[in-house]
């Protein structure tokens, strides 16, 4: 990895969720949900640090303990607008790109952002994603962002929607930049739900780690969208 790169994961989290409140803090197999998601950033080749960048609320407060206590690194920033508050913990750390994992996010896969990260060698690349005329299992997401341009876009951002939904910008204006585009060799995959957004998604994530076990936090995403498929079969 180029020794000038700084590239930094990213984890959005906030405790307000409405489908699954506090969904971050739940617990799953004796450990945290937001754990899960933090175990796996940290096996990504090629970042430095790993980041949960929640909000300045008093509400966060138990999320806030919990990471102290667990030595994860924090950024507390912008409430409504989650790009400013991305945008501006890389600028805090110092990212000249930053991987976004979102906090539901429970099997983003270290090899294949690792994958994505490879591709940041070459300057001339804004955006690594895998979303683009989606070939993975929801929830096994890529998107790797060079700083600079991320800065120049959020100026361009109006509606609070954009704000929220922090690459939605770029999917729209894709011809502005120079995009790496990572497809599944394994399309048939891409009917399973890897990702805690409702109840339902808690149910299986149990579900599923009580059957990986010690590898709930390591398997690769077409074993853990495999033993899904399977598990929704068992349920027909």
Same mark, same amino acid.
Request: proline letters at 3%.
């Given at each position: 990895?180029?020794?000038?790169?700084?590239?930094?994961?990213?984890?959005?989290?906030?405790?307000?969720?409405?489908?699954?409140?506090?969904?971050?803090?739940?617990?799953?197999?004796?450990?945290?949900?937001?754990? !899960?998601?933090?175990?796996?950033?940290?096996?990504?080749?090629?970042?430095?640090?790993?980041?949960?960048?929640?909000?300045?609320?008093?509400?966060?407060?138990?999320?806030?303990? %919990?990471?102290?206590?667990?030595? *994860?690194?924090? !950024?507390?920033?912008?409430?409504?607008?989650?790009?400013?508050?991305?945008? %501006?913990?890389?600028?805090?750390?110092?990212?000249?790109?930053?991987?976004?994992? #979102?906090?539901?996010?429970?099997?983003?896969?270290?090899?294949?952002?690792?994958?994505?990260?490879? %591709?940041? @060698?070459?300057?001339?690349?804004?955006?690594?994603?895998?979303?683009?005329?989606?070939?993975?299992? !929801?929830?096994?997401? *890529?998107?790797?962002?060079? &700083?600079?341009?991320?800065?120049?876009? %959020?100026?361009?951002?109006?509606?609070?929607?954009?704000?929220?939904?922090? &690459?939605?910008?770029?999917?729209?204006?894709?011809?502005?930049?120079?995009?790496?585009?990572?497809?599944?060799?394994?399309?048939?995959?891409?009917?399973?739900?890897?990702? *805690?957004? @409702?109840?339902?998604?808690?149910?299986?994530?149990?579900?599923?780690? #009580?059957?990986?076990?010690?590898?709930?936090?390591?398997?690769?995403?077409?074993?853990?969208?495999?033993?899904?498929? #399977?598990?929704?079969?068992?349920?027909?």
């Amino acid at each position: 990895m180029n020794d000038t790169l700084n590239i930094v994961a990213i984890i959005p989290v906030r405790l307000d969720s409405r489908r699954l409140n506090a969904k971050a803090l739940r617990l799953v197999a004796g450990r945290r949900l937001v754990d !899960y998601v933090i175990e796996r950033a940290r096996s990504i080749t090629g970042i430095t640090q790993v980041v949960v960048a929640t909000t300045t609320r008093s509400l966060e407060s138990p999320l806030i303990a %919990h990471l102290e206590a667990h030595g *994860v690194s924090i !950024y507390r920033g912008e409430i409504e607008d989650v790009a400013g508050r991305l945008l %501006h913990c890389a600028q805090e750390f110092g990212a000249t790109h930053f991987v976004r994992i #979102n906090g539901d996010c429970v099997f983003a896969d270290p090899s294949l952002i690792g994958q994505g990260i490879v %591709h940041c @060698t070459d300057s001339s690349v804004d955006f690594v994603t895998n979303l683009i005329d989606r070939t993975f299992p !929801y929830g096994i997401s *890529v998107e790797i962002i060079k &700083t600079d341009t991320f800065a120049r876009l %959020h100026r361009e951002l109006g509606s609070s929607d954009e704000r929220e939904h922090v &690459t939605q910008h770029f999917y729209a204006h894709l011809d502005r930049f120079k995009v790496v585009a990572i497809r599944s060799p394994l399309p048939e995959l891409r009917a399973a739900r890897l990702v *805690v957004d @409702t109840p339902d998604d808690l149910a299986r994530f149990s579900e599923l780690v #009580n059957v990986l076990g010690n590898k709930a936090t390591t398997a690769r995403f077409d074993t853990v969208a495999s033993l899904y498929m #399977n598990l929704e079969r068992n349920l027909l």
